[in-house]
């Protein structure tokens, strides 16, 4: 049974950068394209990017400048940085498995961006 | 970007009665390899979203049959032929045609 598990702050300050980390089990990383997904409070669903194994990556255009996604397939696990975070990049971050089929999503992490 | 337009917004419906969700986008979702990538979501609350249509129409694994997703082009339709009380939850038509990738506003399924 695949997993998707995420980790990291749930505080980040304004202007200062996110990062997350998605670690997946029951499935090897290099078989699938992995994205990140997100959700404001009380909002809809934003899909931020996707990256395949081999590093190639796709980013919303709304965060092309400030998001990064990467790969550890020693650890089976994929991470986001979002950098200059403001009030408004406060939500739940999902990581799931395929772009565009979505078929697997982790449980979420909320993050908040606050001083 | 694409839009993904839902509508009703908010769905009461009967134990036992049928219920439809309308998706409309933008531009067409079918794609140059001949799919159409329109999935439909389900969100429970404080859970995340559960794909539960992949392709247009494409049951996912455990999904009940009363499930069906249909439509073409611009125009699509999620359908449940007799709505049960784990139904409940925010419903998202989603396009993975064109990049971005967008959703729906959702559709919140309550029970009457």
């Known amino acids: 049974q695949v997993q998707l598990q995420e980790s990291g702050p749930g505080l980040v300050k304004p202007s200062e950068t996110l990062s997350l980390t998605c670690t997946v089990s029951g499935a090897s990383i290099t078989s699938h394209y992995w994205s990140w997904i997100r959700q404001p409070p009380g909002k809809g669903l934003e899909w931020i990017g996707y990256?395949?194994?081999?590093?190639?990556?796709n980013y919303n255009p709304s965060l092309k400048s400030r998001v990064s996604i990467s790969v550890d397939t020693s650890r089976n696990q994929f991470s986001m940085k979002l950098s200059s975070v403001t009030a408004a990049d406060t939500a739940v971050y999902y990581c799931a498995r395929g772009a565009p089929s979505g078929d697997t999503w982790g449980q979420g992490t909320l993050v908040t961006v606050s001083s | 970007d694409v839009v993904m337009a839902q509508s009703p917004l908010s769905l009461p419906v009967t134990l036992g009665q049928p219920a439809s969700i309308s998706c409309r986008s933008s531009?067409?979702?079918?794609?140059?390899?001949?799919?159409?990538?329109l999935n439909w979501f389900r969100q429970r609350p404080g859970q995340s979203p559960r794909r539960l249509i992949s392709k247009l129409s494409n049951r996912d694994s455990g999904v009940p049959d009363r499930f069906s997703g249909s439509g073409s082009g611009t125009d699509f339709t999620l359908k449940i032929s007799r709505v049960e009380a784990e139904d409940v939850g925010v419903y998202y038509c989603?396009?993975?045609?064109?990049?971005?990738?967008?959703f729906g506003q959702g559709t919140k399924l309550e029970i009457k």
């Open positions: 990256i395949y194994y081999t590093g190639i990556t």
């Open positions: 531009q067409s979702l079918v794609h140059s390899d001949g799919n159409t990538y």
């Open positions: 989603m396009q993975g045609t064109h990049w971005p990738y967008t």
